[in-house]
């Protein structure tokens, strides 16, 4: 007779254990699924990269597959020369990089990561755009295996100075 009441007890048990397992695994179900949509919404809403490069620059591409990997939409122009867009859009010469990028009404100078470019658009500061200058080891598209410099995205306010927004 116990023995028939164990069994009964520990049949009991594993049906219990299963029917909380069931419900976990469908509530993480739910919460991916709503996650997923609010990732999927947030890409949505993020503005097009227009992005001008040469069109010999390997780095520039591998920046444009870092910004497609962080789920912004690029759109890129090949220019022999890209003097001219930096002048239209207030790049100063100490802020230049290989590539020049607009995204909403800011201009992205370099190799700016994309998560400095999304806190930029959540933010929405009143300056011109962001900077890394130069060609930084280590930045987005500029990956050298372990290798790294350290370096930081600059604002490129309206008077055309610099200020360090954030650290690499």
Known sequence: MFQSLRRWSSRRSVVASLTVLAVLLGVMAASLVVTGARVLAAQADLPEVVVYKTPTCGCCSKWV??????????????????????????????????????????????????????????????VDGLSVPGMPIGSPGMEQGEETEPYDTLLIKKDGNAEIYARH
């Not at 912004?72 to 090949?78: A, C, I």
């Open 65 to 126: 597959a870092h910004l497609r990997a962080a789920g912004f939409k690029v759109r890129t122009t090949d220019l022999e020369d890209l003097g001219a867009i930096r002048r239209d859009w207030k790049v100063p010469p100490k802020l230049a990089s290989c590539h020049t990028a607009k995204v909403g009404r800011y201009v992205i100078e370099g190799h700016v990561p994309a998560a400095d470019i999304r806190r930029l658009l959540e933010t929405q500061p009143r």
